[in-house]
């Protein structure tokens, strides 16, 4: 598996698709790894070459020391697209990934193509619940939190009717480094884009899950209408999106990257 250097770390990454394609990056959520993004690969291949990587502290990527920001894991993709050689890229983030390109498309809109906001919003929680989440995973490790976050990541119908797929995504969330997971929690804590997004001027889409509890659709309606010339699509799903409505979610990206 292929590692990109950075100044102070090293990404695993991943190509899929045609080396000719517009080149499509899929950033991962919080307490997930680029995996998250296999079911997607079947859909997009054919027509763009597929670029995932384990943000920092996730994965098989560095856990270097935290606490991080999203300034920081926006810059870690700058530095994956300069060792790739990658003028420009199509974003696709979700949650935390989500948050990565805002600050990317704010800051480096030359990078971006078009950016695809998923299951994300401009802030994300409270300082204590953040808090409260650190503290847990701190005295009690990764399996301390699972079982709360996989209830807000699936629905109980898509819980009940495809266990090996929610098994699959808690596999990933219990085996994230903890040191890595709490550094990140403390991004998302302190990310607060809201008085930013205005500062967006690339093509977006933004995807809501119908039943997210994270990042429900008031808070995509507000990317929608706060980002220039923004589009807005829902799913019927909940945080994560892209697994749990695969087909309605791919249909959706697919469609805005097209256009």
Known sequence: MPFAKLPDAQLRYQFDGPAQAPALLFSNSLGTNFH???AQLSDFTQQFRILRYDTRGHGESTVSPGPYNIAQLSRDVVHLL????LDRVHFCGLSMGGMTGMQLASHLPTRVH?????????KIGTPDT???RIEAVQKGGMKSVAAAVIERWFTPSFRSAHPDQVSVAQQMLETTNPDGY????AAVRDFDFRQNLSSIKVPTLVVSGTHDPVAPPADGHFLQKSIPGAVYAEVPASHISNIEARSDFSQAVLSFLRS
Do not use: E
């Not at 300069?82 to 050689?85: A, I, N, Q, T, W």
């Not at 078009?114 to 919003?121: F, G, N, P, R």
């Open 82 to 85: 300069d060792v790739l050689s």
């Open 130 to 132: 953040w808090n409260a």
């Open 36 to 38: 998250m993004w296999d």
């Open 182 to 185: 709490i550094a990140s929690c």
């Open 114 to 122: 078009k950016l695809v906001l998923c299951s994300t919003a401009a």
